[in-house]
């Protein structure tokens, strides 16, 4: 997969790309790989400028072709500009104004001279017919469609960039064409021919859809050409991927298939969502392959009983098992849960804390936080990571051994993991169906109806249930609180808010010691406080029983996954529980915050979560978990529908993949 470069020092002359390798291309033919956003229409010429003409089309773009009436006239107040005319081969002339670099405009308009091209709006001003927006354009450019290239601030300008890749392109074309055919077909340059005839619905040759991706007669075709670029992008990663999971190898260990001892030592008995989950983990681990597969449900939904089923029925077996957790609070009630379920497994938890002369090699299983990665565990079997999107890629591959078992676990996955599920590299169990009734109403609320908001607070409180409220951000003890963005800062908020219940309110965040947070979720627990005021931080790992409400302040600060997860907070009981997002700023991201309100399914938000993040880097060693990534094409992210369609059509393809 191509890689963005490093800008130069120095704009080179001549052959050299300079510059314009900021955007990407290290090579001259990888300019053809650089596409335009969009088109400028300059295809409406105008050489006659007669008022009586002209007036009917007031608000029309034109290109007006004439050439300079008089000198320009430099003004720079009240903003810098120059003004000038042009006149037509019959005398007749229009008025103009440009906007910005006097100089460089100044200059440009005095080059061209008699054959003056200047594209804008058609207005009128006191009865004059003049041409708002204006803007020099190379004569070359007139009666065309015009690229538009992105540019780079402060590096490359986007008309340099055109000036680059346009004078460049037909060198470019051959070496451009033979790697789309390399890429997307394995040099077979029929197959290549096939492909694009498959996606864009006619034949089409690869240099045909090179030229017409820049420089297309109309923008229907452009698009059509860029479309086809893109598809093949996405067709290329596709294979890759699905080539990566085909080179797993072989599992170091093969795990029995039958669960029903452990499951029987269960103080409580297992849905059919659980039964099933556990026997297709086995299942999976009892292939030739290792197995790397995704547990996915909300909260509720029995998630540890199935791994735990799962860890001690390999166990069983002979397999050293590892658990990666994301808090010390999390690996406490995992090791706690296994060992109260069945007493005769060796598991022991590991923190930060864990004495260094603690030996680890031979237990069997490790329950344990991120200290895990840093002590010497052996080679482990299974390992198991849960809340697996508070992980990087590498944090959750890092105990694996040559051969090692994998399962995630989580209720809303990272993006990049979503989409290795959809594209079936990953295996996937899910979980639906709840131990107790429950019930979460998502409310989106604004600046206006913040009254309403705190008199709902209050009906919460006033019924013996407590209230989390969330801060995208900790602040420091002994700020000031006053204000909006003293909200948003949870040391400040917890000000207020004990200002407002005093003696009710308790703070949490990541700035504050170990103790000081026990306490504080302590205090809620004895009911000695009704409101904890925390950041993101209590996320995953506290069950507080009385929380009924939830209420996250500029919600639209946080993602999709983390406002799920801390909305699995409330109501663990059972019941009905409330979440409100609270984003006082006009228009802000409303339109994704709604999917909470539509869905209290985690794996749906995660669907809806690729969509609008994308999927980060698919390679096996890349921890980009999220962003829509170049693939074949500079600056041009792959679409998570491109990748989909492309995992269609290799589904439907006759050609094998290369």
């Known amino acids: 997969m191509l890689q963005s470069a490093q800008a130069s020092a120095t704009d080179k002359p001549g052959g050299g790309l300079g510059r314009l390798t900021a955007l990407g291309p290290r090579e001259p033919w990888q300019v053809a790989l650089l596409l335009p956003r969009t088109w400028d229409d300059l295809s409406n010429v105008v050489t006659a400028f007669e008022a009586v003409a002209l007036r009917p089309r007031l608000g029309e773009t034109v290109v007006l072709r004439g050439r300079l009436a008089d000198l320009p006239q430099t003004h720079f107040r009240p903003v810098p500009r120059v003004n000038a005319r042009i006149i037509d081969a019959q005398g007749r002339s229009v008025s103009f104004a440009i906007f910005g670099n006097t100089a460089d405009t100044a200059k440009a308009l005095t080059d061209a001279g008699g054959d003056l091209c200047l594209w804008g709006r058609i207005d009128e001003f006191k009865g004059e017919i003049q041409l708002a927006n204006s803007e020099v354009v190379h004569p070359a450019w007139a009666g065309r469609l015009r690229p538009r290239y992105p540019g780079k601030s402060s590096v490359i300008g986007a008309a340099l960039v055109r000036e680059r890749v346009v004078e460049g392109l037909r060198a470019a074309l051959d070496e451009a064409e033979q790697y789309l055919c390399e890429q997307a077909a394995g040099g077979d340059r029929a197959r290549l021919l096939d492909l694009i005839e498959t996606i864009a619905g006619e034949p089409m040759g690869p240099r045909q859809v090179l030229v017409?991706?820049?420089?297309?007669r109309t923008v229907e075709r452009g698009q059509r050409a860029q479309s086809v670029l893109e598809r093949l992008s996405a067709l290329v990663l596709v294979r890759s991927t699905l080539a990566e999971r085909d080179r797993r190898g072989e599992a170091r260990w093969h795990a029995p298939r039958d669960a029903g001892k452990r499951a029987a030592g269960l103080p409580f008995t297992l849905n059919t969502d659980q039964d099933r989950a556990i026997q297709e983990?086995?299942?999976d681990m009892a292939e030739g392959a290792p197995m790397h597969r995704l547990l996915a449900g909300d909260v509720g939904t029995g998630k540890t009983a199935v791994y735990g089923v799962v860890a001690a029925t390999a166990m069983d077996a002979g397999a050293r098992v590892a658990v990666l957790a994301p808090n010390t609070g999390l690996v406490a009630q995992i090791a706690e849960n296994l060992s109260a379920w069945w007493p005769d497994l060796d598991v022991l938890a590991v923190t930060g804390a864990t004495r260094k002369r603690e030996k680890l090699v031979d237990r069997q299983c490790l329950v344990g936080t991120t200290a895990l990665l840093h002590r010497d565990i052996g080679e482990r079997d299974l390992v198991i990571v849960d809340e697996q999107h508070k992980f990087s890629r590498g944090q959750r591959e890092e105990l694996l051994a040559a051969g090692c078992h994998l399962l995630e676990v989580t209720a809303t996955c990272t993006p990049r993991s979503q989409a290795l599920v959809e594209l079936g590299v990953r295996e996937t169990s899910r979980l639906t169906m709840r131990s107790v009734k429950r019930r979460v109403e998502t409310r989106l609320w604004d600046k206006d109806s913040r009254p309403e908001l705190m008199e709902a607070i209050e009906q919460s409180l006033g019924r013996g249930e407590q209230v989390l409220v969330i801060c995208p951000e900790r602040g420091?003890?002994?700020g000031k609180a006053n204000g909006a963005e003293a909200r948003k800062r949870a040391s400040d908020a917890f000000v207020l808010w004990e200002k407002r219940f005093p003696g009710?309110?308790?703070l949490s965040h990541g700035g504050l010691k170990a103790a000081e947070k026990t306490e504080a979720l302590q205090a809620m627990r004895d009911g000695e406080a009704?409101?904890?005021?925390?950041?993101?931080?209590?996320?995953?790992?506290?069950?507080?029983?009385?929380?009924n409400r939830v209420v996250v302040l500029h919600a639209n600060r946080l993602g999709l996954v983390t406002l799920h997860q801390i909305r699995g907070r409330v109501a663990r009981a059972g019941?009905?529980?409330?979440?409100d997002l609270y984003v006082p700023d006009d228009g802000a991201e409303v339109e994704r915050l709604n999917v909470l309100c539509q869905t209290d399914d985690g794996f749906e938000i995660a669907e809806k979560d690729l969509r609008l993040r994308g999927f980060g880097d698919l390679s096996s060693g890349s921890d980009a978990e999220k962003g829509f990534l170049d693939g074949l094409l500079f600056q041009r992210g792959i679409e998570v529908a491109h990748v989909e369609e492309a995992a269609r059509l290799l589904e439907n393809t006759p050609f094998p993949p290369t």
């Not at 409101?531 to 009385?546: H, K, W, Y």
Request: with cysteine; proline share 5%; charged share 25%.
């Open 212 to 216: 017409e991706a820049h420089v297309p």
């Open 281 to 283: 983990t086995l299942e």
């Open 476 to 478: 420091e003890q002994g």
């Open 504 to 506: 009710r309110v308790r």
């Open 530 to 547: 009704d409101i904890l005021v925390s950041t993101t931080v209590v996320e995953v790992g506290i069950d507080l029983p009385r929380l």
């Open 575 to 579: 019941g009905t529980g409330y979440c």
